[in-house]
């Protein structure tokens, strides 16, 4: 999506796909530790009715869905238009003991995380799409 460089991989998205209906935009910028679960941009019944059905996600440890106002950069042009957002949230613990140091490599992530990770997300989206 590319964050770093103005959005511009973000805004070619949306101005590709505004016209399309999307259910959620969900973002995974915050390192690969263990999950602890997603912020949002959902509030009130809409809020209350996705908690009642994340409890599989309890099994990998995201367990947490927090409201905000925003969910991250990459997401934000969608988010703007409407689009319920998802940021995903890992232990925060060792994000910037590597985090774009020349020592950010592949060799830094538990296996056993990822798969967490990659499962967390994949459930909220099952979940989502289940609605």
Excluded: C
């Excluded at 997603?38 to 927090?66: N, Q």
């Excluded at 319920?84 to 830094?108: C, E, I, M, N, Q």
């Amino acid at each position: 999506m590319n964050e770093e460089f103005g959005l511009s991989g973000a805004r070619a998205y949306f101005a590709a796909h505004k016209n399309e209906k999307h259910v959620a935009a969900i973002e995974s910028d915050s390192g690969a530790a263990a999950p602890m679960g997603f912020t949002t941009t959902l509030k009130g019944d809409a809020l209350s009715a996705l908690e009642k059905k994340i409890g599989p996600l309890k099994a990998v440890g995201a367990t947490t869905l927090d409201p905000q106002t925003q969910t991250g950069a990459d997401t934000g042009p969608l988010v703007e238009a409407g689009v319920p957002g998802f940021g995903f949230v890992p232990d925060p613990l060792r994000y910037f003991d590597y985090h774009h140091s020349p020592a950010d490599t592949l060799d830094k992530v538990d296996p056993k995380e990822l798969a967490q990770d990659a499962a967390a997300i994949a459930g909220l989206t099952w979940i989502l799409a289940d609605q």
